[in-house]
């Protein structure tokens, strides 16, 4: 079947510092990639996606790019800053409908 | 736009109690689900519906119900809780149903079950 595979966290980084979050999946198709991130207290909202190989994404800073020989999609951020403190998500959408297959999440937590 | 809206935030239960867990989107989207979140385990996808009269099962879908009478609701059911269904609830919704279409997720309803 389809699975994700993150990073455990948590990912324990000071303001400033290179951010990488590892994100490989396994799928019988082509599927599109996500990565969610949750704020405390909060839901989960869309931080960037790709839908083809060689695609990258990126909004905020944050950048991935669908690597379709590695079957990967790693998170990755040049310079974070405490109010990136979140656990982040990577999914994929295979299946119709786009019902999303997740990872475990990654804990980010960023120090002053 | 409020988005996708869920109540109540919190709910505690006794073992065997039933109770409905409201879902709403004012975004007029035809495709929702409802995941649970447990630590370690990140989203699960519970059930699903392509739109008013028609739902369908996820991954974990014991012990809970749904019916989609209209576009804007998707209520979630637990008809006898047990400890086991205690988790964070999160409804979502999408426009289209293409596996590149993003999901927007309601800020979710913590349940624990005693």
């Known amino acids: 079947g389809n699975s994700v595979t993150q990073m455990e966290g948590p990912v324990t980084l000071s303001e400033e510092a290179f951010l990488t979050i590892n994100c490989t999946y396994t799928?019988?198709?082509?599927?599109?990639l996500f990565w969610y991130v949750q704020y405390p207290g909060e839901g989960l909202q869309l931080l960037l996606k790709?839908?083809?190989?060689?695609d990258k994404g990126s909004n905020k800073g944050f950048e991935a790019t669908y690597r379709k020989e590695t079957t990967s999609f790693h998170l990755e951020k040049g310079s974070v800053q405490v109010s990136d403190s979140a656990v982040y998500f990577c999914a994929l959408s295979l299946r119709g409908y786009s019902t999303l297959t997740f990872g475990k999440g990654t804990m980010l937590l960023v120090s002053p | 736009n409020a988005g996708v809206t869920q109540t109540p935030k919190f709910q505690v239960l006794k073992t065997g109690q039933s109770m409905t867990l409201q879902c709403a989107q004012d975004m007029n989207h035809e495709y929702m689900s409802w995941y649970r979140q447990d630590p370690g385990m990140g989203l699960r996808l519970i059930h699903y519906?392509?739109?008013?009269?028609?739902?369908d099962q996820g991954e974990v879908p014991n012990g809970y119900n749904v019916s989609r009478s209209t576009t804007e609701d998707f209520p979630l059911r637990l008809l006898s809780a047990a400890p086991s269904q205690t988790s964070v609830y999160f409804c979502a919704s999408n426009q289209n149903g293409q596996i590149t279409d993003t999901q927007y997720f309601g800020p979710g309803t913590r349940l624990t079950v005693l």
């Open positions: 790709a839908t083809k190989a060689d």
């Open positions: 799928a019988t198709g082509y599927p599109s």
């Open positions: 519906s392509v739109g008013a009269g028609i739902t």
